[in-house]
């Protein structure tokens, strides 16, 4: 198998990076990683289609901007803060890598949006789709179709439109629910809505969605893309054809939110 190893620019992930490198015995390296070890180095979009699978040593921001360049397998070491898309911790990284090269591993694929903004596709989103008032302090009227339905309308400071996977990232903070990343729905958080009269929904992913705004707003797509959307487009979201591989050892879930999101009760209970 012809690996790609990118690292997030930091001296602790670089350190583990290069004995990731030394284990694999040869990889293709991002330029930064490469540079750290005096080796030629690649761009992220070139990693994406010469390597059959990539390993990512960082945070979920790495993850995510890989995520734009390829639809290869990724496997994820956290060196980042939280990390909750990542797959192993640091420390386990050594042990982790053994077992990937022994073939002690499977590959999870998980849902995306597929957006258009008038007659414009977007990139796909791994993460969610989030609509933002163009204008601070000022209030959003948005509207939300379901198939042709009228589903919801409200003022406020936008909507996201998370996949599964997001659900524990943006959405998760505005109050929508944490879903398993292996179902294929939508899950629909609106922003600070006015009065609180609109509420988080989960919708099927074979339905189209399509969102309506009164003034001007802004279309950011996990982070990374921005784009204007105006009151004359119509936005369009459906599921994408392409699908986010990630490479996993024995990774749980429900046992990474117990982790990472503190769900449990404080020790002095």
């Known amino acids: 198998m012809r690996w790609g190893l990118i690292c997030k620019p930091s001296e602790n992930s670089f350190l583990v ?16 990683i490469a540079e750290y070890l005096g080796k030629k180095g ?33 496997f994820s ?33 998980r849902m ?11 990139p796909d989103a791994a993460n969610e789709l989030a609509i933002h008032t163009a204008n601070v302090g000022k209030i959003l009227f948005v509207k939300l179709y379901v198939d042709g339905v009228l589903t919801q309308s409200f003022y406020g400071d936008g909507l996201i439109i998370s996949t599964p996977m ?5 959405a998760l903070s505005v109050g929508g629910p944490v879903v398993d990343p292996t179902l294929e729905v939508f899950i629909v958080a609106p922003i600070a809505p006015f009065r609180h009269i609109a509420s988080a929904l989960v ?58 999101l503190s769900f449990r009760y404080p020790k002095s209970l």
């Open 17 to 32: 990076g290069k004995k990731v490198y030394e284990m694999l015995g040869e990889a293709i390296l991002e330029y930064k």
């Open 42 to 74: 690649h761009s992220i979009k070139e990693i994406g289609e010469r390597a059959d699978a990539i390993i990512i040593v960082g945070g979920d921001g790495t993850i995510l901007m890989t995520l734009q360049h390829t639809d290869k397998p990724i």
């Open 77 to 109: 070491i956290n060196t980042g803060r939280i990390g909750f898309l990542t797959e192993i911790e640091a420390r386990k990284a050594e042990q982790a890598i053994k077992e990937i090269i022994n073939g002690n591993y499977h590959v999870e694929e």
């Open 112 to 122: 995306r949006l597929k957006a258009k903004l008038g007659r414009e596709t977007l």
């Open 166 to 170: 997001g659900s524990t990232s943006y």
């Open 203 to 260: 919708i099927p992913s074979d339905k189209k969605l399509k969102i309506t705004v009164e003034k001007p707003a802004k279309i950011a797509l996990d982070g990374i893309h921005t784009y204007d959307f105006k009151p004359s487009q119509k936005l369009e979201i459906v599921k994408s054809e392409r699908k986010a591989r990630f490479i996993k050892i024995n990774d749980n879930f429900y046992k990474k939110i117990y982790r990472k």
